[in-house]
């Protein structure tokens, strides 16, 4: 093998535990933990609608990459597609704070960055953290940070992980009647449905 045929292979690849993966791979996983993403908006559309919530926050941890034309392939980029949906009752002020915490690494890749249902915001990631988000709107109307919404995101999410443990507590958890996984979710939705990258979060310095 030539130097330039070296080259042109290591920059075509990453090497991860010994295995190549595709730059391509590793872009679609990087893409939803920067910014919005199709099949974030597909899988939290999903799960809100599932357990019929007001929004729905999905961290990027949960997926393996971001383009979903279809129901199918949003299925196989779950990681794992068994986690289950959990319903919380959180304060507008929390679903800011939320917000900002997925915001807080802004241009870094991020695991716990937020695919979003339910909500739009706008943030500007040159603030100072914690002061990022700028505007945020449920079901068309302003965010009230003293009213009750019903959030629901996975388990993992719910029990704290990626600092989230910071903004609520697991006694905010309502008891569902039965076991809904992120599979469930997407199996429930009609058929044919895709999802595509609307404005839900948006950069306003970018």
């Avoid at 075509?12 to 590793?26: C, D, E, H, R, S």
């Avoid at 002061?131 to 629901?152: I, S």
């Amino acid at each position: 093998m030539t130097t330039m045929r070296f080259k042109f292979l290591a920059l075509a690849a990453l090497t991860l535990g010994g295995f190549i993966l595709p730059v391509q791979a590793q872009t679609e996983k990087t893409a939803i933990r920067l910014g919005e993403a199709e099949a974030g908006n597909l899988v939290a559309d999903a799960v809100r609608l599932a357990v019929g919530a007001d929004v729905a926050l999905i961290p990027a941890a949960a997926f393996k990459g971001s383009k979903a034309a279809s129901v199918d392939v949003a299925m196989g980029l779950l990681d794992p597609a068994t986690d289950e949906i959990v319903v919380l009752s959180v304060r507008g002020s929390q679903l800011k704070d939320a917000l900002e915490r997925s915001v807080s690494f802004a241009g870094t890749p991020f695991a716990g960055f937020l695919q979003v249902s339910g909500l739009v915001f706008q943030y500007n990631s040159t603030n100072d953290i914690g002061e990022r988000v700028l505007k945020v709107t449920v079901g068309g109307a302003a965010l009230d940070p003293k009213k009750l919404y019903k959030l629901a995101t996975t388990k993992p999410l719910a029990d704290g992980q990626q600092g989230y443990f910071q903004i609520w507590k697991k006694e905010q958890i309502i008891a569902g009647a039965k076991t809904v996984t992120l599979a469930d979710a997407l199996k429930a939705l009609p058929a044919g449905m895709s999802a595509k990258i609307e404005g839900r979060i948006v950069r306003v310095d970018k």
